[in-house]
């Protein structure tokens, strides 16, 4: 061990920039499994790496510029992202939310500091300029629910922009009057600097930025611009006595109308910061960070305890007060304290601007123990935020309408499947499903697409894809189904396919599981565990262990509060036609409310399919299911995507319950609709594009279990 203690910390550059990038691709994979946001991950990964915990690196000049960077891209990102067309059309509730919001956390925050912990004014001031502001860690769950245009979100995501506003401003004013000598001169010089500056923004960079988009198409061009607006705005900022982050900010928020948020420009904006600065200045922010001081003693409990009751207290308040004040429900006021309670981006950024300002020679205004407590307090604030989001979402939809939507969206029917072929095997009775589902009275062609690797073998993988195709293309015309072909390359077959089914328009994606297991053993394979993270719309896995024609009867396993979703009838209307098509019965199994409803629409829509309907308590009562599924049965599986409404815990055992009690079996598999769209171009360093097949509290329970019965 002392031997190699003697090559740590590395200071080699490139040895530096590898660990780094090591840091960044693992942590996530990790914290996945832990199940831990990743924004959190990579803070305890700088924490772990850094000289205070396993003293592999050290905090050299690259993480000062890297981080300082990073730095301004949360905030430069926080003003791009923000949805303005919300904001204007509730401006005075938005107002009076976002002062409460600004307000309530940091006066209860200022007192607590000086009375409780009796810190100085200007540490009290600063640690209530972090806990009234906040940052919409939970966002990404309003989006799988659809709420988008809630007015409680609206609300949240306006009163979130203007609190960090005013939070950065009063920052920006403690470090003025920190510098210099104050007096009634100072504060009008300095209040005319800043509005000076934010009057040359306004006129300036809008015009700047029409002359150039308009006149130059170049995507790296594009870049280069919008990067070079935002360090110029930060350097005008620091120039008029403004901390740099209020110029990136407002840069952001002024180029936000002119970068569309499903434009490449703003995927390429986003990926390079969520790919390399973001997470640098994170695992900087963890490097700073003293292992040892943490929980050493009940003081330390105590700090923490008082920071995280009375800034989560304050957000409370002004949500619900707010909420009673604008006559919303109950649900609302969750979603607005969900929302708004959140510290992350903003938090950090305040606090590593304090631990630049010196009070005495050597001392700083943030000291460890506030570094550590405002640390804490953001992991603890994040797992409260996502909690009581995804509790109000749920209510939210509960309570709403979403039938009536759900039936509205059947009028006009957008059906276009995209059906991808991989298998020679598999891929014919994957085309009769297809045929089988479609709806005959559009008179709608079928997408057959077949996605190869980009790689040595190309040519050769794609003339046996279109040699499939083909064979398909003279099965379908024997239904006078029409078949558009293509074989794409893609060096990632999830990400072809996603592709393909945008340039489609598509509906829905049918698709076999993969059969060779002895080259992925995994349930899901290699890509559609991404491909239905990555889509909003209907995937459907199949897997036929005989004809179609053959089958006798269809056993659908639904969860509670299905029927909320989106995409409910959908899969209702295809798994009908199926039954029709083939003359055999359809058996429902699940709660009460979901069945009611199917009965209903199969009674109007379908009245000729042979239905029958049986009571399911829990998921659990899927080996007693599986004990009634014959040979020329087909087992379908309605599930749902992580974050919506109808999912359960439940649903993370079902690879392993499918392969225990359903092997050999005609199984179907439906990922309903959800809302959003793109969600894969929608990047955000708090959505992780990645997601683990299972936890690892599922491998800890397997292990425990396979001990105890080795007992």
């Given at each position: 061990m002392t031997f190699l203690a003697t090559y740590f910390p590395i200071t080699d550059p490139t040895l530096i920039f590898f660990v780094v990038l090591l840091t960044i691709l693992f942590a996530p994979i990790i914290m996945g499994k832990?199940?831990?946001?990743?924004?959190?991950?990579?803070?305890?990964?700088?924490?772990?790496?850094?000289?205070?915990?396993?003293?592999?690196?050290?905090?050299?000049?690259?993480?000062?510029?890297?981080?300082?960077?990073?730095?301004?891209?949360?905030?430069?990102?926080?003003?791009?992202?923000?949805?303005?067309?919300?904001?204007?059309?509730?401006?005075?509730?938005?107002?009076?939310?976002?002062?409460?919001?600004?307000?309530?956390?940091?006066?209860?925050?200022?007192?607590?500091?000086?009375?409780?912990?009796n810190y100085s004014p200007q540490a009290s001031f600063l640690l209530g300029c972090i806990m009234a502001s906040n940052t919409l860690i939970a966002y990404p769950i309003v989006g799988r629910y659809g709420l988008q245009r809630d007015s409680s979100v609206m609300l949240s995501v306006g009163a979130s922009m203007l609190s960090l506003f005013l939070s950065l401003v009063m920052l920006a004013a403690l470090v003025a009057s920190h510098e210099e000598n104050t007096n009634v001169w100072f504060w009008l010089f300095f209040l005319l600097k800043f509005c000076g500056f934010i009057a040359a923004c306004i006129l300036i960079i809008p015009r700047l930025t029409r002359y150039f988009l308009r006149r130059y198409s170049d995507q790296v061009m594009q870049f280069i611009f919008v990067l070079?607006?935002?360090?110029?705005?930060?350097?005008?900022?620091?120039?008029?006595?403004?901390?740099?982050?209020?110029?990136?900010?407002?840069?952001?928020?002024?180029?936000?109308?002119?970068?569309?948020?499903?434009?490449?420009?703003?995927?390429?904006?986003?990926?390079?910061?969520?790919?390399?600065?973001?997470?640098?200045?994170?695992?900087?922010?963890?490097?700073?960070?003293?292992?040892?001081?943490?929980?050493?003693?009940?003081?330390?409990?105590?700090?923490?305890?008082?920071?995280?009751?009375?800034?989560?207290?304050?957000?409370?308040?002004?949500?619900?007060?707010?909420?009673?004040?604008?006559?919303?429900?109950?649900?609302?006021?969750?979603?607005?304290?969900?929302?708004?309670?959140?510290?992350?981006?903003?938090?950090?950024?305040?606090?590593?601007?304090?631990?630049?300002?010196?009070?005495t020679p050597g001392t700083y205004l943030i000291n460890d123990e506030i570094l550590n407590g405002v640390v804490i307090m953001i992991l603890v604030t994040c797992v409260i935020s996502s909690l009581m989001t995804a509790h109000a979402a749920q209510q939210i939809v509960l309570k709403g309408n979403s039938q009536q939507l759900s039936a509205s969206s059947q009028k006009n029917d957008d059906e276009k499947i995209l059906l991808c072929v991989k298998y020679p095997e598999i891929a014919p009775q994957l085309l009769e499903l297809a045929i089988m589902v479609r709806n005959q009275k559009l008179n709608r062609g079928l997408v057959a697409l077949n996605v190869v690797y980009d790689d040595s073998n190309a040519p050769a993988n794609r003339e046996k894809g279109l040699r499939l195709l083909e064979r398909l293309e003279q099965q379908a015309s024997a239904s006078e189904v029409k078949i558009q072909k293509q074989v794409?390359?893609?060096?990632?077959?999830?990400?072809?396919?996603?592709?393909?089914?945008?340039?489609?328009?598509?509906?829905?994606?049918?698709?076999?599981?993969?059969?060779?297991?002895?080259?992925?053993?995994?349930?899901?394979?290699?890509?559609?565990?991404?491909?239905?993270?990555?889509?909003?719309?209907?995937?459907?896995?199949?897997?036929?262990?005989?004809?179609?024609?053959?089958?006798?009867r269809i056993q659908v396993v639904v969860p509670s509060r299905a029927e909320f979703e989106p995409g409910f009838h959908r899969w209702l209307e295809r798994l009908s036609r199926l039954a029709e098509n083939l003359d055999c019965r359809i058996q429902f199994h699940g709660r009460n409310e979901s069945l009611e409803l199917i009965r209903e629409f199969i009674n109007n829509l379908h009245h000729g399919v042979r239905a029958e309907y049986t009571f399911m308590a829990h998921w659990n009562e899927l080996p007693q299911i599986a004990e009634t599924i014959k040979e020329d049965h087909l087992f379908v599986v309605i599930t749902a995507r992580k974050g919506t409404i109808s999912y359960k815990n439940a649903l993370e055992r079902l690879p392993n319950e499918l392969m225990k009690h359903f092997a050999g079996k005609n199984l179907m598999i439906i990922f309903p609709d959800q809302y959003g769209e793109h969600k894969d171009e929608r990047m955000t360093f708090t959505e992780a594009q990645h997601q683990e097949e299972s936890s690892i509290y599922d491998y800890i329970l397997r292990k425990l279990e396979r001990f105890r019965r080795s007992i």
């Open positions: 832990l199940r831990i946001p990743h924004i959190i991950g990579m803070v305890l990964a700088g924490m772990l790496i850094g000289k205070y915990g396993l003293n592999i690196l050290e905090r050299d000049s690259s993480f000062e510029l890297f981080g300082r960077v990073g730095l301004l891209y949360i905030m430069f990102l926080a003003g791009l992202e923000m949805d303005l067309e919300s904001v204007k059309k509730s401006s005075k509730r938005i107002l009076i939310f976002g002062l409460l919001s600004f307000l309530i956390p940091f006066v209860l925050t200022f007192v607590m500091a000086s009375w409780l912990l070079s607006v935002m360090f110029l705005s930060a350097a005008a900022s620091e120039a008029a006595g403004v901390e740099g982050i209020v110029g990136a900010f407002i840069s952001g928020l002024i180029l936000n109308r002119y970068i569309p948020h499903v434009s490449p420009l703003m995927n390429r904006i986003e990926f390079i910061g969520n790919a390399l600065f973001i997470p640098y200045f994170l695992i900087g922010v963890g490097m700073l960070i003293r292992i040892s001081s943490l929980f050493t003693s009940w003081h330390m409990v105590w700090i923490v305890a008082l920071i995280v009751f009375f800034g989560t207290f304050g957000k409370a308040v002004a949500a619900y007060v707010s909420s009673l004040l604008f006559r919303l429900p109950k649900s609302a006021g969750h979603m607005m304290f969900g929302l708004t309670s959140a510290h992350a981006a903003g938090g950090i950024a305040i606090v590593m601007v304090g631990m630049r300002l010196e009070v794409r390359l893609a060096t990632n077959i999830a990400n072809g396919i996603k592709h393909a089914f945008r340039e489609y328009s598509g509906s829905e994606i049918i698709m076999g599981m993969h059969v060779h297991t002895e080259v992925n053993p995994k349930f899901w394979g290699d890509f559609i565990q991404s491909l239905y993270n990555g889509l909003n719309r209907q995937i459907i896995l199949s897997r036929f262990v005989q004809p179609l024609n053959t089958l006798r």
